[in-house]
């Protein structure tokens, strides 16, 4: 049973300010994703756990559904299922953020007090870094936020470019009880983690060196840089040094999240990477699909760490503003190192099962070849739903060319993806009209390379999931790190009107896709499951759900509130 808000709201008011009343002209509001009732909203910021309270702030604009006005809106939540949205926490007030309070990030000072560092942009888009404290810090909803006087703390000076100097992460300490920040930018065409270091997380000096920068890339947006544990299975607090672990670095660029993992010195304040961005045909992502600017935080009532995204739309500004709101939050995922030690693996929240209902369920279903049947007895359009296959006839996968490297072009391609192969594709029809004429299509195949190695290929083909025109229907693909010998292959996807996001190999692969069905909305969406490849394969387990729609209310609305 879902722990109900501190308060009461009419059904009615509830109803109309998630659009249920207003379904039919608003068929890609989402039920369950978190996304405010109107307007642009685009990066998480800042995002932290604070006296039982759950925060999130977020890029936003008050007044159109296209980007500008930039102010950190700010929303509250128990169990980041149901959220309140409070009054705007920061807006541009001042002359060094003319032009827009930008992301950042929050960091718990050691007398606990809670801290914003955020991005201010002046009206030459000259960016500066800056500091708000909230102005009650007994208050647990943090209502209120105050910038420091001081501001702005740090300027770009010297080889800066003062255009690409942004989003500052999470602060950690060091060992010397000095407090470490870094600083997205690029310099002489290399993206880079501009380093800082303070005392009283007031007066910052600059490193002589980056963290890390790499001339693969340019810009990096958005940076994050938080510690792992090698054999746990909890988070960890962003300024933990000790014990078994590595340190993951992201970086935002070319419209997607790129990670890199490696050992960090506190003490040098050095940063050795595994692999780094880029090289070698090394490209580790969060997602593979639409999701950018994610910000994660250390979640220290659970222990755990916990990851946002931007989703942002695939249709035209003009599309955006006839709808009136543009861009959603993805769900929150738990994020850790998996098993190989190699990559991250990602899983939403614990918290969202509460939403399931109206189950169907079924183990060992053979899926011939050529076979389409639809998974009865759920809600299509809102749902969450776990299927896993296991394969049998491996030894006719078929041969994989050493220059297949790019999983998104390989799927791309009708004759090594889309049509008919040996092991595969198979997987789920998504968002499906009855007569299948619109459909997102989420699948694997399974190559042989080389070395008698099976690789397995994920997909998200959006080139048929809507009749309209003058929409982007891209197709994602990603290779999941598996073996189906010893393996079964398994994917979650979770599906919300005009977003499917997808998990394959236990999280080992992300993929995010946004689609605006012509057809195939509310009532009329359809769920399938399908083999398309020349050898049989067998559902060996399938759950589904329908979805409950989640709670988000305005706190001026509420009603005998026991708190604030």
């Known amino acids: 049973m879902r722990k109900p808000l501190n308060w009461v709201i009419p059904l009615c008011f509830l109803l109309a300010y998630n659009g249920v009343e207003t379904v039919s002209n608003q068929p890609y509001r989402t039920a369950f994703h978190f996304q405010p009732p109107k307007n642009w909203m685009n990066d998480p910021n800042g995002p932290m756990y604070y006296k039982g309270v759950y925060h999130l702030f977020y890029q936003y604009n008050p007044y159109s559904a296209i980007w500008g006005n930039i102010t950190w809106a700010h929303s509250i939540s128990y169990d980041l299922v149901d959220w309140v949205h409070l009054e705007h926490a920061l807006s541009p007030t001042e002359p060094y953020e003319t032009n827009g309070c930008w992301s950042g990030s929050a960091t718990i000072l ?34 209120e936020w105050i910038k420091s006087p001081q501001n702005p703390l740090i300027a770009p000076v010297d080889d800066i470019d003062p255009s690409n100097f942004r989003d500052p992460t999470t602060a950690w300490l060091g060992q010397d009880r000095l407090w470490r920040v870094i600083v997205g930018g690029e310099i002489g065409g290399s993206g880079m983690a501009i380093l800082y270091r303070s005392e009283d997380f007031v007066n910052w000096t600059r490193s002589k060196s980056p963290l890390h920068s790499s001339n693969e890339t340019g810009m990096w947006e958005c940076p994050d840089f938080y510690p792992v544990s ?10 933990v040094h000790d014990g078994l672990i590595k340190h993951v670095l992201k970086a935002s660029f070319n419209d997607t999240d790129h990670y890199v993992l490696g050992s960090y010195i506190p003490g040098t304040d050095t940063y050795s990477v595994e692999n780094n961005f880029l090289s070698n045909g090394s490209d580790m992502r969060y997602d593979y699909g639409k999701f950018y600017a994610s910000k994660s935080f250390y979640d220290s009532g659970k222990k755990r760490r916990i990851l946002w995204g931007w989703i942002k739309e695939s249709d035209s500004e003009g599309d955006d503003t006839t709808k009136g709101w543009s861009g959603l939050q993805s769900i929150p995922r738990t994020i850790l190192l998996g098993e190989s030690g190699r990559q991250l693996v990602q899983w939403p929240i614990k918290e969202l099962e509460k939403l399931r209902t109206k189950q169907v369920s079924f183990n060992d279903v053979d899926l011939k070849s050529g076979s389409v049947f639809e998974v009865p007895g759920i809600t299509a359009a809102q749902a969450d739903i776990e299927i896993s296959f296991r394969l049998s006839g491996l030894k006719e996968a078929e041969e994989m060319n050493s220059s297949w490297n790019d999983p998104q072009l390989l799927c791309k391609e009708n004759n090594k993806a889309l049509g008919k192969g040996a092991i595969g594709p198979f997987g789920l029809l998504v968002l499906a009209s009855k007569d299948l004429t619109e459909q997102t299509a989420v699948y694997f195949r399974v190559f042989r390379n080389q070395y008698d190695k099976y690789v397995v290929l994920m997909c998200s083909d959006q080139s048929r999931s809507s009749q309209r025109e003058g929409l982007e229907k891209a197709t994602y693909g990603a290779f999941v790190d598996m073996d189906p010998l010893r393996e079964t292959i398994s994917l979650r996807s979770l599906i919300d009107h005009s977003i499917i996001e997808s998990f394959g190999g236990n999280g080992k692969a992300c993929i995010t896709a946004r689609v605006y069905p012509k057809i195939a909305i509310n009532q009329e969406a359809h769920l399938y499951a399908f083999n398309n490849g020349s050898m049989d394969v067998r559902i060996s387990r399938l759950s589904g759900w329908s979805m409950k729609r989640a709670q988000v209310v305005p706190i001026q609305k509420r009603r005998k509130s026991s708190i604030g």
């Open 110 to 143: 050691l007398d606990e007090q809670p801290s914003i560092l955020y991005t201010g942009a002046n009206s030459k888009n000259q960016q500066f870094q800056n500091l708000a404290l909230p102005k009650n810090r007994s208050d647990p909803l943090l209502k």
């Open 230 to 239: 090698i054999n746990g299975s909890n988070g960890l607090d962003t300024s």
